[in-house]
């Protein structure tokens, strides 16, 4: 593996926060 580049860890983070979004909208659909 090559080194986490400034470029690659924005993209990681990036999709973190889209899974995280989308987890929550799926609870929040669940229990309401």
């Given at each position: ?6 470029i690659?860890?924005?993209?990681i ?8 979004v ?6 929040g659909?669940r229990g309401?």
């Amino acid at each position: 593996m090559s080194n986490i580049g400034g470029i690659e860890l924005f993209f990681i983070i990036v999709i973190a926060i889209v899974v995280a979004v989308l987890v929550l909208r799926e609870i929040g659909r669940r229990g309401g």
